[in-house]
């Protein structure tokens, strides 16, 4: 497998437990689909591996793109049988979807590209040489600064009406000092909240201020802190437009 510059211990996981194949299409499989589907030209290797989905480094005619493929079946960490799921076309839709309203809102987030069935293609957030590191793993020269940029990245998301419900180091990458935000895939839209406004605001809610938690842990080990009521209450009083949380 042609993984070893991209290979992280997601993916050394699943090889090494069997798993890169199990139940699914193996590794070549997903090449040619990514490729016969033409969201790509090429397929260099696999970038990481969690337990919804898996991430390759592709071109399209020497650009690079990450594609990602959810999987149709899950397994765990912890092992146990997979699970088939029935919700990876929609999980790779709703993704496609955030991307895009968020992108096109000017928040910090891969460009979309394409989507087709259960896999989509977006930018490849280059870290020099390799892909870009996850916050989590990142030791910032200033630290400062780059607390700085990942709440001016959380306001920008929640301005473009998406909320991510899944708010951590964890899925935000560093790219030549600045924070992309990653892993949307059951993001909250709140630009129109539906027939359910008090329910999604509700959710949106608590979903903003768990992830500002886990940020503000974060930043905290370089002795920094901020109020995260600062960036929800503003976000919030413009979700609520019509006044149904008050």
């Known amino acids: 497998m042609p993984n070893d510059p991209y290979l992280d211990a997601s993916v050394a996981w699943r090889i090494r437990t069997g798993n890169i194949d199990f139940h699914e299409s193996g590794y070549r499989q997903t090449v040619q689909s990514i490729l016969e589907n033409g969201l790509a030209t090429g397929v260099d290797g696999m970038i990481s591996s969690g337990k919804e989905a898996d991430v390759y480094l592709a071109n399209y005619k020497g650009a690079p793109l990450a594609v990602k493929v959810y999987r149709l079946y899950q397994t765990s960490h912890r092992g146990g049988r997979p699970i088939k799921l029935n919700s990876a076309g929609w999980m790779a839709a709703h993704e496609h979807d955030m991307l895009l309203q968020a992108w096109k809102g000017g928040a910090p987030v891969p460009t979309p590209a394409a989507r087709v069935e259960n896999m989509l293609s977006m930018r490849y957030i280059d870290g020099g040489g390799g892909p870009a590191p996850r916050l989590q793993d990142h030791r910032p020269p200033d630290p400062a600064r780059m607390m700085e940029r990942v ?10 009406g998406v909320v991510h419900t899944d ?24 630009d129109r909240t539906g027939d359910s ?50």
């Open 151 to 160: 709440l001016q990245g959380v306001t920008a998301l929640g301005r473009a």
């Open 197 to 246: 406004p008090y329910t999604r605001l509700t959710e949106a809610e608590r979903a903003l201020r768990d992830g500002l938690g886990a940020l503000e842990r974060y930043f905290r080990r370089f002795g920094l802190e901020f109020d995260p009521e600062t960036i929800a209450a503003p976000l919030m009083r413009e979700w609520d437009r019509f006044g149904v949380m008050r």
């Open 167 to 190: 708010l951590s180091p964890y899925n935000i990458l560093v790219a030549e000092g600045d924070p992309w935000f990653i892993d949307l895939s059951e993001a909250i839209r709140v």
